[in-house]
């Protein structure tokens, strides 16, 4: 009795094995999926930005530079709410 007791007890030990496996292989089959379409997803962007002709900047500076002179161009967005409005 003890013996067949324990040959279940191993059959269900593979079976949970085989089950942690097969999720393991399902879950790096899926991982790899999801990173072919990222890494196709920016090949796509890296070729339109080449179609698109010259960048208008020599380097990062000039990036930086351009970011800046835009954000203080940009209205400041101002809260509507004041603590007089608050107190009901």
């Not at 949970?16 to 890494?39: G, I, M, P, Q």
């Amino acid at each position: 009795m003890q013996i067949i007791h324990r040959e279940e007890q191993m059959q269900g030990s593979t079976y949970r094995l085989a089950a942690v496996v097969r999720d393991a292989l399902n879950d790096w089959k899926r991982r790899r999926a999801l990173k072919r379409n990222a890494d196709e997803a920016l090949r796509h962007l890296w070729r339109a930005g080449l179609a698109s002709g010259p960048g208008r900047f020599v380097d990062l500076a000039a990036i930086k530079s351009e970011a800046r002179r835009r954000l203080s161009e940009a209205p400041r967005a101002t809260s509507h709410l004041s603590i007089g409005n608050l107190a009901g």
